[in-house]
């Protein structure tokens, strides 16, 4: 029961005037963490002062240029200055940097070091002078690797925040782009930004993400899978309802339709907000590419989502329960194809099913240069050698390449996830009950899509409630000069992309 | 508080009347002359639907089971409002035998009846208890489906080249007595009287000045959908076939033979009723457990669908003991005995009532002014 009031008593603590004092408490709390440096000097003759820093964070030689260099300088400083002068003249006319503040919280100096500043605190000072001199290892904006297009920008985000927040800033040269910043995280205090446009995006959108990212009580965010966990509608649900994405222009234009970026620090995965199905089978290109081209391959999309959720099942169904539904002469190569096997078709796509979903497992955690030797034994060694044996018959394996490639074909890949799952509950019914199995499972199925919610949004608009007005970007995608709106769904004011006054 | 869009409305009134009607060919006592019968039936059904949202206008907000007390009183009307509840469970429970007897006849002979009943009532109980949005929602996105469907059938049908001309001539040649019996009373009260149950929705509608219109045109459009087919099915089976096979509709989809490759699509006709029976048995569930919360004033009509659903499964699993004994009670005893009734004669007594009051306050401010 003593401990919280202690703790309180220690977060609130205030620097005190006795400068070795206060450097002795900073030294107990940074027992042990040899990166950090206290360099003492003594400036202006009387007075002594210290700078603390992480020397891994920090440039020093800007240090030494802009910050020691020009304190050495100092001449002697006048007695009749009281503190607060001497704080004054230290950061308006001695040292030499564009982000410099102050502050007089103990605990805050620790945040502050190790977030990269540089703290310099002066004896008689009540407050310590922060100088953000930052030199952080980073890498180089790289082509994203999970969201690849033919045509589109080839940037993508990278671990560091402040190099995301410029990829979006560059693209949006307005001061409607917001981005609030807050930290989450108990220990890693992980830096988490959110980012919207004032006047498109909804208020009460923008208020319940901010919201859910508050209450989250974790003590680590190490990846913003993390903070989609926490804040989705339905955590238990397959179906992801946040979208992530590695590239600057997909989010840039998620924000222009009124959705909420969320930036998070340490990883190249932003996350979108509210999300809808239908969003989530759109890919960057296709905004890219001609229109009529890029329709008919959203179109294939869709055809495909259902081919990679039913085809093993209508496969099973219609081979054990409705072989009268079969053409005759494909039945008969059909049936001289499984002769030999010795499973009932269900145990057989089960079997190849799950061979099939090891392979590509396997393929994702092994190095490249040995994926493709697992993917070459798995698809043709394996394949090949289990049809010959008579173990699975042959239109079996055409059925799982095709539904395996099938769920190649989403952008998203926790997408393709909840698909592959679902897969083998439809295979499951589709065994026991034939089609009537499958037509329960897409009831029901379709029954929990159209209850899931995205933050307020119905996860399957704008099919189901039907918005007609955003039809012009679902199966198909319209020429950008006809897309006069934002999708109504999401956007309920500003929904005018376009002037029409200005084209007339 | 639920609510829903007109076109959900729309949609789902057509599924509704589309319903298990479609399963059965529309008046196939009438012989060749079935789409003349459903053609008058249509007409009749406009209007009778027009009677329900006359009088759903004249008592705004009111749920159906709520008119009888509001007019009638409370103690002569809750007795009559309760008969609605019990009869829409036990439609519920019809349309599943419907469906229990022909999934077992055409795509599951071996599968035990109990197990499709618990497969397909626990799917519209999952559905019900997240609301009658959701159903209305599946509703909005399976009847473009269901119109691309019927689109495609109707062009395989005309490839076929099955169509023969001569099936559907002499028009009437048995008289318009024969006509009329297919129209009296079973035609209009099935698919068309039915749709009273749209009056426990319509108070849910978001925007309530289009219930009229959308209703109607809903209702033309189902008529007109269940008429094309018959016609289809008269074309292509003749007479003799369309009025002796148990499942005209389903034999009709069976006849499709496109260059030897798309053949035996019956199935897919049987996902086809399956469709509309789901909606049909749905929105029978709901209104019964809508309906009961209204009457019981209870806060959630969810604590009844548990119940509800298991009532429906158990009739549908024991009303008849065959198939034949099944059509029998839906075609002789059930239209006389419970529907003309519930769907007519009732309505019409409410409709006298509200006439009357309405002159009556006409006359009091004639008098007054």
Same mark, same amino acid.
């Given at each position: ?15 005190n ?61 006048p ?33 502050r ?55 979006i ?52 965010i ?13 955590p ?57 081209? #890029?329709?008919? @391959? !959203?179109?294939? %999309?869709? /055809?495909?989502?259902?081919? *990679?959720l +039913?085809?093993?099942?209508?496969? &099973? ?56 030797s ?14 010959q ?26 997408? #393709?996830?909840? @698909? !592959?799952?679902l %897969?083998? /509950?439809?295979?499951?019914? *589709?065994? +026991?009950l034939?089609?009537?199995? &499958? ?11 159209v209850?899931?919610?995205s933050?307020g ?48 | 508080?639920?609510?829903?869009s ?33 053609l ?144 009296w ?20 509608v ?133 529907w ?30």
């Amino acid at each position: 029961m003593q401990m919280p009031s202690e703790n309180r008593t220690e977060e609130n603590r205030l620097l005190n005037h006795n400068l070795g004092e206060n450097i002795r408490l900073i030294k107990t709390d940074l027992d042990g963490c040899s990166d950090i440096v206290f360099r003492e000097f003594k400036i202006g003759g009387t007075y002594d002062g210290v700078i603390i820093f992480s020397r891994i964070l920090v440039d020093t030689k800007l240090i030494d240029e802009f910050v020691l260099k020009p304190l050495y300088q100092i001449g002697k400083i006048p007695d009749e200055w009281d503190s607060k002068k001497i704080k004054e003249v230290l950061i308006n006319q001695v040292i030499i940097a564009a982000q410099i503040d102050s502050g007089n919280k103990l605990n805050e100096i620790t945040e502050r070091v190790f977030s990269g500043e540089t703290v310099l605190m002066v004896s008689g000072l009540l407050d310590a002078i922060y100088i953000n001199m930052q030199k952080l290892e980073k890498r180089s904006i790289q082509e994203p690797l999970t969201d690849p297009a033919i045509r589109g920008p080839r940037d993508g985000f990278t671990e560091d925040i402040s190099t995301n927040m410029s990829l979006i800033r560059r693209r949006l040269k307005t001061p409607k782009l917001k981005f609030e910043e807050l930290n989450v995280g108990k220990i890693s205090k992980t830096k988490t930004v959110i980012t919207y446009l004032k006047g498109i995006a909804d208020d009460t959108i923008i208020a319940e993400v901010r919201n859910r990212i508050t209450k989250i009580d974790v003590d680590a965010i190490l990846e913003s899978g993390n903070i989609e966990e926490f804040i989705e509608d339905s955590p238990s649900s397959l179906f992801p309802q946040i979208l992530n994405t590695e590239r600057p222009d997909k989010l840039v234009s998620c924000l222009l339709e009124g959705q909420i970026g969320i930036l998070v620090d340490n990883t190249p995965f932003a996350l979108i907000a509210p999300q809808t199905l239908v969003q989530m089978l759109q890919a960057p290109d296709d905004y890219y590419e001609r229109h009529i081209g #890029a329709s008919f @391959i !959203r179109i294939i %999309r869709y /055809l495909y989502y259902g081919v *990679a959720l +039913t085809l093993p099942s209508l496969y &099973i169904a219609f081979s054990t329960f409705h072989q009268g539904m079969i053409p005759t002469r494909l039945l008969y190569s059909m049936a001289a194809a499984r002769e030999n096997v010795p499973f009932p078709a269900l145990i057989e796509a089960f079997i190849m099913e799950i061979t099939f979903e090891v392979l590509r497992e396997a393929g994702i955690r092994l190095p490249k240069a040995v994926g493709q030797s697992v993917s070459i034994v798995g698809a043709l060694v394996i394949g090949q050698a289990a049809v010959q044996a008579g173990i699975v018959s042959a239109p079996m394996v055409i059925i799982v390449s095709l539904t395996g490639i099938a769920s190649f074909i989403f952008p998203k890949y926790n997408l #393709a996830l909840s @698909i !592959r799952l679902l %897969r083998f /509950l439809m295979m499951i019914l *589709a065994g +026991t009950l034939g089609l009537f199995g &499958i037509f329960i499972g897409i009831m029901v199925i379709m029954i929990h899509m159209v209850s899931l919610r995205s933050f307020g949004i119905p996860y399957l608009a704008p099919l189901a409630p039907l918005t007609l007005s955003s039809l012009k970007d679902v199966f198909i995608r319209a020429p950008k000069w006809a897309m006069k709106n934002r999708p109504e769904f999401i956007v309920k004011k500003n929904v005018k992309r376009v002037d029409n006054s200005k084209n007339m | 508080m639920e609510r829903i869009s007109s076109y959900q409305l729309f949609s789902m009134t057509v599924l509704f009347q589309v319903g298990t009607t479609i399963i059965f060919g529309f008046s196939s006592s009438a012989g060749r002359d079935a789409w003349i019968s459903c053609l008058i039936s249509t007409g009749i059904g406009v209007l009778t639907v027009s009677l329900y949202l006359f009088l759903m206008k004249s008592q705004p907000g009111l749920t159906l089971v709520e008119w009888f007390p509001a007019q009638f009183g409370r103690w002569i009307g809750t007795p009559i409002a309760w008969m609605y509840p019990l009869l829409f469970i036990y439609d519920a429970g019809r349309a599943m035998g419907d469906i229990k007897d022909l999934i077992s006849v055409t795509i599951l002979p071996l599968t035990p009846h109990f197990v499709i009943m618990i497969a397909l009532l626990a799917v519209i109980a999952y559905a019900l208890y997240g609301g009658i949005e959701n159903l209305a929602r599946i509703g909005g996105i399976w009847m473009p489906i269901m119109l691309f469907l019927y689109l495609i059938v109707v062009v395989l049908i005309a490839v076929s080249g099955i169509i023969d001309f001569r099936n559907i001539q002499p028009f009437v040649d048995k008289g318009w007595g024969n006509v009329m019996k297919a129209v009296w009373p079973l035609g209009i009260t099935q698919t068309f009287g039915e749709s009273i149950e749209f009056a426990m929705i319509w108070p849910l509608v978001k925007e309530e000045k289009k219930i009229v219109k959308y209703t109607l045109v809903a209702t033309m459009t189902s008529g007109l959908l269940i008429c094309s087919i018959d016609i289809f099915a008269i074309l292509v089976l003749s007479e003799k076939y369309f009025s002796n096979s148990l499942y005209p509709i389903y034999t009709l989809v069976q006849q499709i033979e496109v260059s030897d490759f798309i053949e035996n699509l019956d199935s897919i006709s049987v996902i086809l009723f399956l469709t509309t029976a789901f909606f049909k048995t749905g929105l029978h569930i709901f209104s019964a457990v809508y309906g009961m919360q209204k009457l019981l004033k209870t806060k959630s009509y969810k604590t009844f669908i548990l119940p509800v659903t298991a009532a429906v499964a158990f009739l549908a699993l024991t009303m008849a003991r065959s198939v034949l004994e099944h059509f029998e009670a839906g075609l002789k005893i059930l239209p006389y005995n419970l529907w003309v009734p519930l769907f007519y004669i009732l309505p019409a007594l409410l409709f006298i009532v509200v006439a009357i009051k309405r002159l009556k306050q006409v006359k009091q401010k004639n008098a007054h002014s």
